[in-house]
């Protein structure tokens, strides 16, 4: 899959054009994975590159922030990296990100049609959502995108909502159902369990003084939708899959400075790896139930006594799910 940050020169993906869809595609759930399926197919059967525009950052987001209330903005499902993972996975051809600022936030509804799907990506054929927006103060929809296409010589074809057991399918619900902790609800809607990559990073070595050694993964956004104690399965060590339990969140006990991290302690340490292995691997890390919110402990020996509560419910909560 290619990946181009931004459009900056004319005709930025050369060749016969291409087909594409447009969205934030966080978490990359079912609804999406419909939509790119059907893409793909029109790009096969058109003898085009399928490609995908996304943004970053998210449009919400940065019109919180500019607003001054960056609480209002959506949680976050997946990081870039995860959702290029999963872009990857449904076998699309490009994908382009663009850059949410004020440059792109102004443009009007028709000269984004004609900057960016005609001079830069020549576009043939566009499919969008049923609830799809976009332009300065979003005024374009799905009727002004389709009349432009019928002018400009591109097919534009609409995708309504997708259900899975009458639930409809969007990012919002599956923000919904990780904030609930419901993490069956979320496999449900992302047809995959919810997972954070990264590589592993040096800590404070806290986790080695209370007596539980963690992997370390940084999530770069300040409010994850998922956050809590959860039992874990990590990927892409010595080619075994590790249980354990996890820490998403901002660690108040210890430091609640508003970054988040994930701190995973795999149940098992296989001998083999040693004390030092994992720094600056790539890992993967499934959250497969939800124990509980974060806490604030009173002290660092009420924290080690809970880290042990929750190695022990991890523990019990995996043999009874083998």
Same mark, same amino acid.
């Given at each position: 899959?290619?990946?181009?940050?931004?459009?900056?020169?004319? $005709? =930025?993906?050369?060749?016969?054009?291409? @087909?594409?869809?447009? !969205?934030?595609?966080?978490?990359?759930?079912?609804?999406?994975?419909?939509?790119?399926?059907?893409?793909?197919?029109? /790009?096969?059967?058109?003898?085009?590159?399928?490609?995908?525009?996304?943004? %970053?950052? $998210?449009?919400?987001?940065?019109? @919180?922030?500019?607003?001054?209330?960056?609480?209002?903005?959506?949680?976050?499902?997946?990081?870039?990296?995860?959702?290029?993972?999963?872009?990857?996975?449904? *076998?699309?051809?490009?994908?382009?990100?663009?850059?949410?600022?004020?440059? #792109?936030?102004?443009?009007?509804?028709?000269?984004?049609?004609?900057?960016?799907?005609?001079?830069?990506?020549?576009?043939?054929?566009?499919?969008?959502?049923?609830?799809?927006?976009?332009? /300065?103060?979003?005024?374009?929809?799905?009727?002004?995108?389709?009349?432009? +296409? /019928?002018?400009?010589?591109?097919?534009? =074809?609409?995708?309504?909502?997708?259900?899975? $057991?009458?639930?409809?399918?969007?990012?919002?619900?599956?923000?919904?159902?990780?904030?609930?902790?419901?993490?069956?609800?979320?496999?449900?809607?992302? *047809?995959?369990?919810?997972?954070?990559?990264?590589?592993?990073?040096?800590?404070?070595?806290? +986790?080695?003084?209370?007596?539980?050694?963690?992997?370390?993964?940084?999530?770069?956004?300040?409010?994850?939708?998922?956050?809590?104690?959860?039992?874990?399965?990590? $990927?892409?060590?010595?080619?075994? =899959?590790?249980?354990?339990?996890?820490?998403? !969140?901002?660690?108040?006990?210890?430091?609640? @400075?508003?970054?988040?991290?994930?701190?995973?302690?795999? #149940?098992?340490?296989?001998?083999?790896?040693?004390?030092?292995? +994992?720094? +600056?691997?790539?890992?993967?890390? %499934?959250?497969?139930?939800?124990?509980?919110? %974060?806490?604030?402990?009173?002290?660092?020996?009420?924290?080690? =006594? @809970?880290?042990?509560?929750?190695?022990?419910?991890?523990?019990?909560?995996?043999?009874?799910?083998?």
């Amino acid at each position: 899959m290619r990946i181009l940050r931004g459009l900056h020169h004319p $005709h =930025a993906l050369p060749g016969p054009g291409c @087909a594409l869809t447009i !969205g934030n595609f966080d978490g990359v759930h079912r609804g999406h994975q419909a939509m790119l399926a059907l893409l793909n197919n029109e /790009a096969k059967h058109r003898g085009l590159r399928s490609c995908v525009m996304s943004f %970053e950052p $998210h449009p919400r987001d940065y019109f @919180a922030t500019r607003a001054g209330a960056a609480d209002k903005a959506p949680t976050r499902i997946a990081t870039l990296r995860d959702k290029l993972g999963e872009l990857a996975r449904c *076998g699309v051809d490009d994908v382009v990100i663009l850059r949410f600022d004020q440059s #792109l936030a102004s443009l009007s509804a028709e000269d984004f049609i004609q900057r960016m799907l005609v001079d830069r990506l020549n576009a043939r054929y566009v499919l969008v959502g049923d609830d799809f927006r976009f332009g /300065a103060k979003r005024a374009g929809d799905y009727a002004l995108l389709d009349a432009a +296409g /019928a002018k400009l010589g591109f097919d534009v =074809a609409r995708m309504m909502s997708y259900e899975v $057991h009458g639930i409809r399918v969007s990012s919002s619900a599956v923000r919904e159902a990780l904030s609930a902790g419901d993490m069956e609800r979320t496999t449900t809607l992302l *047809g995959r369990p919810y997972a954070i990559s990264g590589h592993v990073v040096h800590g404070k070595k806290l +986790g080695r003084e209370l007596g539980f050694r963690t992997l370390n993964l940084r999530f770069p956004f300040k409010r994850p939708a998922a956050h809590g104690i959860f039992v874990v399965r990590v $990927h892409g060590l010595g080619g075994v =899959a590790l249980p354990g339990v996890a820490s998403l !969140g901002v660690r108040p006990t210890v430091e609640d @400075a508003g970054r988040v991290l994930l701190e995973t302690h795999c #149940l098992d340490w296989p001998s083999s790896f040693g004390p030092e292995a +994992g720094y +600056g691997e790539l890992v993967s890390v %499934e959250l497969l139930h939800k124990l509980h919110d %974060e806490r604030r402990y009173e002290s660092l020996d009420a924290l080690r =006594a @809970a880290i042990a509560q929750d190695e022990a419910d991890a523990r019990a909560w995996l043999q009874a799910h083998a």
